[in-house]
């Protein structure tokens, strides 16, 4: 454990018996971090549903939110599994509450927060709220947005707060808090021993900087661990996270899941092709699905890749294993994930900007074993011998379920 020597001696201390108490618990566990904590459980597989941030970032409102929580209801997103609904940064109000509480900011989020989480509730959805672990959040370290929220030195109060305003998901985001004199994983266990106090299940995803290899402590305390820097809303960031996450693909499973971020299908900047592709490779990864554009006017080509629900089927697989990487190259990328069922997912990605065919040897128990195929955006179901061949344009992904 890390924790830098600022002389904070009190502050230290209360770090070091948060990690003592996280690692205790752990270690009375008979698998830490994959079962029997009340934390543990949650996310057995990865979290689905609609963050603010990659849409409407720091102007987000109430309205944009319950419009969100309306739509996913109304378009059918919550039968295909999309049951959070998560605001991120700027929500906050530039000031805590003469008791140090963290209140909704009184223009954009005029009935709070607690009745925002209860309208996501009576839709039957979760809620999800954004903290950070050092002195400020992102947007106010990095954007100026005004105030020092960030949750240091109150984060019993803010668990608090959290649990009795009904949240459900903690996004916790690192946002260089190392600056303010933390380590890092003091700072998540103590909010991870804080959100546990509340005795209210509550999903952390944190955001801490990429790391290899992934250090032991983040399953104990967080179920979401994201993997790269911020996506955009382009082919270009969203192959490059897949890449870099793929080099840390084992340390996900159950009940702890690798995070490559939120979702930009309907943001405007992907061809369909980009975004089916997105979703595929998401799927791979067992990610969390955390759609990130507008429903109230996203298209419907778009939203018929969000509800692709055979491709999500692959990302809730339970077994949550990690894909093997078959061919990887500036061309191509070929993922193989085992499923639950004894099936497996198989993925073709032309990474390259022109359409191409490509053939990949199909994997069988016997060398020579006809399997069967299912195309599982159209869910058409063939048979192959030995190998596939497909003909995929620029930036496409081929997604098959493979059985025997
Ligand atoms: C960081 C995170 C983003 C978002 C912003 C908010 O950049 O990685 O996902 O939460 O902060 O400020």
Redo the contacts with the bound molecule.
């Keep these: 454990m890390s924790i830098r020597t600022t002389g904070h001696g009190r502050r230290q201390s209360q770090l070091l018996v948060a990690f003592v108490l996280v690692v205790a618990a752990c270690l009375t566990l008979t698998s830490c971090g994959s079962s029997g904590s009340g934390a543990a459980q949650l996310a057995e597989t990865p979290p689905m549903g609609w963050n603010s941030?990659n849409h409407f970032g720091c102007s987000v409102t109430e309205a944009d939110v319950k419009a969100a929580a309306d739509a996913i209801v109304s378009v059918g997103l919550l039968a295909d599994g999309y049951d959070y609904v998560d605001v991120?940064?700027c929500w906050q109000a530039p000031t805590r509450d003469r008791d140090g509480r963290l209140a909704a900011d009184p223009t954009r989020f005029p009935h709070g927060m607690a009745a925002l989480a209860a309208f996501v509730h009576s839709k039957g959805l979760r809620f999800g709220i954004?903290a950070a672990p050092g002195a400020e959040?992102?947007?106010e370290r990095y954007?100026g947005y005004p105030g020092q929220l960030g949750s240091l030195g109150h984060e019993r109060q803010d668990a608090q707060t959290f649990a009795s305003w009904g949240v459900d998901y903690l996004?916790y985001?690192w946002?260089g808090a190392d600056r303010d004199g933390v380590g890092h994983e003091a700072a998540f266990a103590i909010m991870r021993a804080a959100l546990d106090a509340t005795g209210r299940p509550i999903v952390l995803s944190i955001?801490d900087k990429p790391e290899q290899p992934v250090p032991a402590w983040r399953r104990w305390v967080s179920q979401l661990s994201?993997t790269t820097p911020?996506i955009q809303d382009s082919w270009s960031s969203v192959i490059s996270i897949v890449r870099s996450t793929l080099t840390v693909r084992d340390a996900a499973s159950p009940g702890h899941w690798n995070d490559p971020?939120?979702l930009e299908i309907g943001n405007g900047g992907m061809t369909l092709d980009e975004e089916r592709s997105h979703l595929a490779l998401w799927a791979q990864l067992s990610a969390p699905l955390l759609i990130g554009c507008d429903l109230t006017t996203v298209s419907p080509q778009s939203l018929s890749i969000l509800t692709g629900r055979r491709v999500i089927r692959v990302d809730q697989d339970r077994l949550g294993a990690p894909p093997a990487v078959l061919a990887s190259s500036k061309h191509e990328l070929v993922l193989l994930k085992p499923l639950s069922d004894g099936s497996s997912a198989l993925t073709i990605t032309n990474v390259s900007s022109r359409g191409a065919t490509i053939t990949v040897p199909v994997p069988s128990p016997r060398l020579g074993d006809t399997v069967t195929t299912q195309d599982l955006w159209t869910g058409v179901r063939g048979r192959a011998h030995g190998h596939l061949t497909v003909r995929l344009s620029a930036h496409a992904t081929a997604i098959y379920r493979i059985s025997h």
């Design positions: 941030w991120d940064d954004y959040t992102c947007a954007q996004k985001d946002c955001h994201r911020d971020d939120m």
